[in-house]
């Protein structure tokens, strides 16, 4: 079954280290989303990449990095940077059109301590 | 700038009542429109979305929500809910040909389902 692969599903990091989540897609998708997921806050685009070997940065980049050097994978690297990091991330994908919905995986709770 | 208003933070309901979750959203574009279910700790699933034509779209599981133009809304609505449908709800809503592909989400509309 085609699907977005979130690992690992929780995450614990000591503050001040940087901590890469992964995010892997068998949809042929061309676009692929991270987010940031606080209670109350709803969803907050952090980067996105339309094509391999581009991305653009969302709403929230501070303190985050990306790559995108395969289609199927879109890691998200939060660096010692991020003065807030513990969240949930969600990675998802999409075809390249406005009114393709996203698909999304099962998130990863990272908590920084 | 594209913005989605979920006005309820909370909503509990008794099963088999019917239920709304409001949704209204702020563009000078025409919009796609999405509503996504995530359980918890989990990623969000789409529920339905209202591309074109009918302004009324409905999902698998009894869900229906219809787009309004002239009010900008797009309220989600079951007539009878179940205990199973316990999750957070989100509308979404993306401009039409931005070229973008960036999705608005509201802030979320947790649903609860009292025995």
């Known amino acids: 079954d085609g699907g977005i692969t979130q690992s690992p599903k929780y995450l614990f990091r000591k503050e001040g280290q940087n901590v890469t989540l992964s995010c892997e897609q068998n949809?042929?998708?061309?676009?692929m989303y991270w987010y940031r997921q606080d209670p109350g806050q709803g969803l907050r685009l952090i980067y996105y990449s339309q094509i391999v070997n581009d991305f653009q940065k969302g709403d929230i980049a501070e303190g985050y990095s990306v790559s995108r050097e395969k289609k199927e994978s879109f890691p998200l690297t939060v660096t010692s940077a991020q003065k807030n990091p513990t969240a949930f991330y969600l990675c998802a994908s999409s075809r390249r059109d406005s009114n393709s919905p996203l698909h999304f995986g099962n998130g990863t709770r990272l908590t920084v301590t | 700038a594209q913005s989605v208003t979920q006005l309820d933070s909370q909503v509990p309901v008794f099963e088999e009542a019917p239920v709304e979750l409001r949704c209204n959203y702020s563009?000078?574009?025409?919009?796609?429109l999405f509503w996504y279910v995530q359980y918890p700790n989990q990623g969000l699933q789409l529920l339905l979305k209202y591309l074109s034509g009918s302004t009324l779209v409905e999902s698998i599981n009894g869900f229906e929500a219809e787009f309004n133009k002239s009010q900008t809304s797009f309220h989600l609505r079951k007539p009878s809910v179940h205990i199973s449908d316990t999750a957070e709800y989100f509308c979404?809503?993306?401009?039409?040909?931005?070229?973008?592909?960036?999705?608005?989400f509201g802030t979320g509309t947790r649903l609860k389902v009292l025995a």
């Open positions: 979404a809503v993306s401009d039409v040909g931005s070229g973008t592909y960036k999705y608005i």
């Open positions: 563009s000078s574009v025409s919009v796609y």
């Open positions: 949809l042929n998708h061309d676009a």
